[in-house]
C-alpha cells in the first residue's frame, strides 16, 4: 500500500480529467464526478460515452465518497451507472442533489443511493481526507470546487469556474477561500483549462443580460430564446427580462421544464407565478406579449428549436416577425447542425441571432487571464491543467511556465496516467489500458470499435446480399435472391444484378470440385471486385449457399 | 423569349451563389464557375456534390461561355461533370487554366473542351454580354470578379474577394476599375458574403507573414506547414521565411506537389530550386534545417498530417522538437477531425501551432467594413448578398440597409431562384426544383436521400440477417443462420441469437395456414420487436425463407 497520494483522471481521448476523478491515499478512494461525454461524428450509432471506470470498481470496498462539482451532464451523467456498481454516498451541494435525484428515480436508483447535501463552506471528513468545497462561478447555480486536504498536502480542484464579478445569481466566486488556502501551502492546483486558448477574460454573465434587454426592447413579434436546458442562470436572466418588457414566459422541452420545477421548488430559479404560460397559450396571445425558452441550441434535430426549424412543431410554428435567440455556443462537431438549424430557421422568415453577431451567451469557463490569477492566488507547487483536450492543456501548461511554476513541475497527461505526490515530489505514472466506454441502447460497454468500424463501412456504401441456391451438381437452382441497402438505388439497379448473377455462375462453374465455406468466400470476393468495378464503391457483401 | 435579364444561383442548401451561377440573356447563357461542395456529416458515404445544373443542360444549345472566377475547388471541381454534358468554351485567367487543365486531363476531358485564357483588365463578347474581369486578392493568385454589361445594366459579380492592399503576390484588387463601374452605374452587385458575420476589416496576408516569421525565427526542430493544397499564396510564404533562416523546404502531399508544380511552371510561384528536397532527404538533416509544407490541415486522416498524427507516414514521423502549423481555419463540419488530429500531435511531442493561438492564418474573403466599402464604392442599385449560407446573406442584407439600399431592392434568396432584372426593377421567381445532385464512386446522381437515410440507419443499428429452412410442414429444419454487422458483438450474442431462434419458430407455428411473402414479413416484424426489446437499437432485419 502506497503512502503517496495518487490522482487518476479516467475518461477517453476527450477532455481530460472531466468526467471522473480519483483520489486515492493508502487505499481509500474519492471519486470526484461521474459525467458522460457525447459520441463524436464517426462514433457511429453510440448515444453516450461514460469513462471506463474499472480502476475504481476494482476498489470498490474503500470508496469513502463520490463529490460532485455541479449538476451538468459531463460531471453527473454517468452517475446512474456508476451507482450500480459501487456502494458509496454522494455529496453535493443542493441544487445539485435535486438534480441527481431526477436522475436516479429515472434509473429506479433512487432508493439505493444515499445523498448527501453539503454547503459551499463546509468541512467534509472522509478518512484520510478532509474536503472543503468553495464556492465558484458557473454557468449553473451551486458550484464548488475543492480543497482536499491529504497527508501529503493540500490539492486544490476547481471544477469548472470562471471569475465572474457579476454573475446571474449574485454569488461571485469565493476569492477569501482560495487566498486561505494559499495562505496554507498548496500542493497541487487541478484547474479548468477549457477556454486555455482564449485570451484575455470572460465576459460577466451581466454582459447577456445587457444582449437580452436590448433584443427585447427592440423586439416586436415573439422571441423564443434556446439553450441548455441545465443553464439554469439564463433561464432566470430571460425570466427577469420577460418580467421588465411585459412578456408572458412559456417554457418548453422536457429536459428544461424538469430543471426549471426542481430549481424553483429548491429555490434557486425566482420566476412570479403569474409570469408563466403554456406554450399552447402563446398562439393566442400578441406576439409582442410572448417569449418562449426552448431546447435545441445545439442544433438537435427533435429538440422544440429543431422541430420549429422544420416545421413540425406541435403548437408553434416561426412566422415572420419572430426574433430566435441562440443563447450558447456550439459544442465542436454540433456546429453543421447549428448552422443548418439557423439557416432553416431564416428560411421561415425569423430573425435568428446568436453569439457571433449578438451578445446573447457567454462562457461559463475562465479565459487565460483568470487562469493566471488562480495561478497567483494558488501559488500551487505542482499544476495539472484539467478539464480540456490535450491542447488546451498544453496552453494552460505554457501559461504556468509563464507565471514562473517550473517545467517539471506541470503534468500535461491523457485520462487514465496516475500522478502520484508526495509533499515535494510528482511522478507521471504510465497510462492505464481502458479508457472508455460506449453506451448503446441497453449496452453498457458491449460495442467497441469493431462494431462502430462495421457501421462506417455500412454507412459509406451499405450491404450486399446474395442468397444463392444451387442443384445437386454445383449449377445455380433458379435465380438468386438479391437484397441491399444503402448502396444502390434499387430501381435502376436491373442491369448490375444481372452481371452479379453471371458472376455468381462463373464461380460455380469454375468451382465444381471445391465447396463448402471457401466457395461463399470465392463468391463474395468475386461480387465484391464486380461490385467495386462497376460502382467505385465496397458494400459488405455476403453470400448464403443452399443446396436445393 | 424574355428581355429581361435572369441571374440564376444553382446548387443545393449550402453556399448561395458559389458554386455556379447562371447569366441569361434573351435566351442567351454565360455559366459563371462549376464546383463542387463537400457533404455535411450527415451525407453518408457520399463523396462530393455537385449543383443540379439541369436547368444549363435543358439549355444547353444557346451556352456561350463558362466564366471562371479562380482555381479553388468549390469554384472549378465540378467541371470535368459540367463539361460532360454541355458543349461550351471555358474562360480564366492563366493559372486557373493551368488548374483546370490538370482537373481536365485527369478525366480524360483535355482535348474534348476548349479552354481560353484572359487577363484581368481584358473585355470580352459573348452575344448580349460584355464581359470584364477585374483583379480581385483572395488566397490564391489570378483570382478575378466579373463586371457583365447586359442590355439591362451593369453587373458586378464579386467571385471570392477581400480588399487586401498587401498581399502575397503583391498584386492588390483593382479599386480603379471599381470606381469605373461605379461611374457607368451599376444595376446589381452579386457580392460575397462569406464573413458578413464577422465585425471590421480581415487582416492582410502579411499578417501570416509576420507570424511564420515569429515561430522561423524560434523553432529549434522541424517545423511543419499544413495548408490547403491549392492555397498558393502560404506556399509562397512559406517558401520565403525558409529561404529567410537557411532551411531547406520539402512539399509533401500529391495535391500539393501539383499544384506547385503548376504554379511554378507558370510564375506563379518564385521558388528557387535549391530549396526544394525530396521529403525522405529530410531525415538525414539537421532538423533545424528542415521546413515541411503538408496537406491535412481540415484533419483528413489519409493526408500527410493525419497520417503523421497516427504515425503511419512512409518517411517522416513526429519527434520532440517539431513544430506543427495549422495555416487553415476548420471548415464547418470538420472542427473535430482538426481538434483530433491536432490533439494528437500534441501526444506525440509536437508543439501545434493554430489560428487561435498564434497569428498564422487569415481568411482569404471580406468582413464587414470591406462590404461596407465595396457598397459604397459600387453603389448599385440592386444588392444579391451571395457565397455564403442563408444567416450570412441575411447579415449582409443588413449591411446594405444600414448604407441606404432600400429592403425591396436587396434578395436574399436560396440557390435555384431566379431573379429578373430589368433596367430598374428586381423580381424574384419561385425557385426551381431540384438543387444538388450526390457524386458517390462512379454514381453521379443515382444515389439520394432514400439510400443515404438506409446508411444512417445502418449507421445507427447495422443489420441482422436470417436465412430460415423450413420443411414441408411448415415447420423449421435444422438452425436458423444469422448474419449480423453494426449491431451486436458476435462474440456475446449466443443468447441473443437463441431467443431469435425462438422468436422465429413461434411465428411459424403460429402461422401454418399463411405462407409467402406475408410470412417472412411478419418475422421480420417479431425479429424487430423481439431485437428491440433485448438491445433498445433497431438494425435493418431481414429475413428470407427457404424450404427444403
Known sequence: MTTKLRIVPLGGLGEIGKNMTVFEYGGDLLIIDAGIMFPENDMLGIDTIIPDYEYVKSRKDRILAVLITHGHEDHVGALPHLMRDIDAPIYATRLTVGLIEGKLRQAKLLHEVELKTFEAGDVLHFGPFMVEPFHVAHSIPDCVGFGITT??????????????????????????????????????????????????????????????????????????????????????????????????????????????????????????????????DTVKMPPSKVAIMATGAQGEPSAVLGRLAHGRHQHLSIQAGDTVIFSAHAIPGNEEMVHRTINRLFQRGANVLYDTIAKVHVSGHASQEEMKLLINLIQPKFLVPVHGELRHLAQHAKIGRELGIPAPNIAVVENGTPLEFTADSLEILPRLPGGYVFVDGASVGDIGWPVVRDRDKLAQSGFFFAVINTSDSGQMAGKPEFITRGFVDSKGAGELFAGAEETIARVLNSSKEQRGNGLEKRIEGALSRYLYDETRRRPIVHAVLRQV
Chains 1, 2 share one sequence.
Do not use: C
Open 151 to 280: 497527508p501529503v498536502g493540500l490539492v486544490v480542484h476547481t471544477g469548472d469556474y470562471k471569475f465572474d464579478h457579476t454573475p446571474a445569481d449574485d454569488w461571485p466566486p469565493d476569492f477569501a477561500k482560495l487566498a486561505e488556502f494559499s495562505g496554507r501551502g498548496v500542493l497541487a492546483l487541478l484547474a479548468d483549462s477549457t477556454n486555455a486558448d482564449k485570451p484575455g477574460w470572460t465576459p460577466s454573465e451581466t454582459v447577456v443580460a445587457a444582449g437580452f434587454d436590448e433584443v427585447f426592447r427592440k423586439a416586436q413579434g415573439r422571441i423564443i430564446v434556446a439553450t441548455f436546458a441545465s443553464l439554469i442562470s439564463r433561464i432566470q436572466q430571460v425570466a427577469d427580462t420577460a418580467v421588465r418588457y411585459g412578456r408572458k414566459l412559456a417554457i418548453t422541452g422536457r429536459s428544461m421544464r424538469e430543471n426549471t420545477k426542481i430549481a424553483r421548488d429548491l429555490g434557486y430559479l425566482n420566476i412570479p407565478n403569474d409570469l408563466l404560460i403554456d406554450v399552447s
